[in-house]
């Protein structure tokens, strides 16, 4: 009974949010997006600013800006870190200024929207 209440709350609270929220998964068969981190923000599709709490501005704004969650359940986007760029749907670049944050490769702006 109080994990239903706990599930509840939790998706009381980010239904009035305006977040993107990314859920990080270790299989890469639930993944709706597969990720390549590169440590070259000129190879990246997506520069991307870790948002440090869920209700963070500019969050869902699909401008870069990711807030990442333990709780599957209430993402956004499954993504999978995968160690091989030719296996990427989306590179990756984490910036650490919020400002930096945004798509280098409009093509790809679908890969991380709700639609």
Partial sequence: MVKYLVFAIMLLCTLGMNSQIVYQTE???IADVKVYVTDF???ADL?????????Y???NQNEGVWYF?????????????????????LIVYYTDIQTSAGWQNQQKRGLMSGD
Avoid: E, H, L, R
């Fill in 27 to 29: 299989y890469q068969s």
């Fill in 41 to 43: 923000q000129t190879n």
């Fill in 47 to 55: 520069i991307v600013y870790k948002a440090p709490f869920q209700s």
């Fill in 57 to 59: 501005p500019g969050v």
């Fill in 69 to 89: 969650t333990a709780y599957q359940t209430i993402a956004d986007k499954i993504i999978y870190f995968t160690p091989f760029q030719t296996n990427a749907d």
